[in-house]
């Protein structure tokens, strides 16, 4: 059974960079894409971003210029980075797989990290 | 980008009706539309992908539809445990984006 463990800083001050990291139990990590998805609250769901088992990545072009997905294969886990960070990105923050093969859905997801941002 | 709306963006139903949600793209996405269902403070959870193929464990009386532009999210006997908010989404092609939701409540 797979499972997505996600953690992370929630307490964050204007400016500062948001790490969320996650780690992928119970499944293989390679020949799949992982990715970011936030939650503002009350509100619906932002596709952030993603890295493939190559290592290409591909982000939301709202985030591009702050946004970093990475991953270490050693440890099964994939992580976010967002930079310069405001009020407005107080979100849930979700990682999730994308399926193999194509077309992609997110068929597993972690439990979320709530980031608040204030000063 | 492509835009996923959807309709209503609320509703009040009764346990035994018959609940249907649409989602319109704003360009065609061929059958590249999958349905999440999210209940507070949980993460979503697949429901249909491809359009109309039903994810693994999930019950029967969830269906989907539609190619195109347009598509459906049919639940033929509401549960209990349906009352959740309910959201379609594109892959067709990035940014992966997701309709603004369905929340369905108890009348």
Same mark, same amino acid.
């Given at each position: 059974q797979v499972q997505l463990q996600q953690w992370g800083a929630g307490l964050l001050k204007p400016s500062e960079t948001l790490s969320l990291t996650c780690t992928v139990y119970g499944g293989s990590f390679s020949g799949? !894409? =992982?990715? #970011?998805?936030?939650?503002?609250?009350?509100?619906? &769901?932002e596709w952030i971003g993603e890295i493939s088992h190559s290592g290409s990545t591909s982000y939301n072009p709202s985030l591009k210029s702050r946004v970093t997905v990475?991953? +270490?294969?050693?440890?099964?886990?994939? !992580?976010?980075? &967002? /930079?310069?960070?405001?009020?407005a990105d107080t979100?849930?923050?979700?990682?999730?797989? &994308? /399926?193999?093969? #194509?077309?992609? =859905?997110? +068929?597993? =997801?972690?439990q979320g990290t709530l980031v608040t941002v204030s000063s | 980008d492509i835009q996923m709306t959807q309709s209503p963006s609320s509703l009040s139903a009764s346990v035994g009706d018959r609940v249907t949600i649409t989602c319109r $793209? %704003?360009?065609?996405?061929?059958?590249?539309?999958?349905?999440?269902?999210?209940?507070?403070?949980? $993460?979503?959870? @697949? @429901?249909?992908? $491809? $359009? %109309?193929? @039903?994810?693994?464990?999930?019950? %029967?009386?969830? %269906?989907?539809?539609?190619?195109?532009?347009?598509?459906?999210?049919?639940?033929s006997s509401l549960q209990p445990e349906d009352f959740a908010t309910y959201y379609c989404q594109q892959s067709y092609s990035a940014p992966r984006a997701f309709g603004q939701g369905t929340k369905v409540e108890i009348k």
């Open positions: 799949y !894409s =992982w990715s #970011w998805i936030r939650q503002p609250p009350g509100t619906g &769901l990475s991953f +270490d294969t050693s440890k099964n886990q994939f !992580s976010l980075k &967002l /930079s310069s960070v405001t009020a979100a849930v923050y979700y990682c999730a797989r &994308l /399926s193999s093969g #194509w077309p992609k =859905w997110f +068929d597993y =997801w972690g | $793209a %704003s360009q065609s996405i061929s059958k590249y539309l999958n349905w999440y269902q999210q209940k507070p403070g949980k $993460a979503p959870k @697949l @429901l249909i992908f $491809a $359009a %109309s193929s @039903l994810q693994s464990g999930v019950p %029967s009386r969830f %269906s989907g539809s539609g190619s195109g532009t347009d598509f459906t999210l049919t639940i």
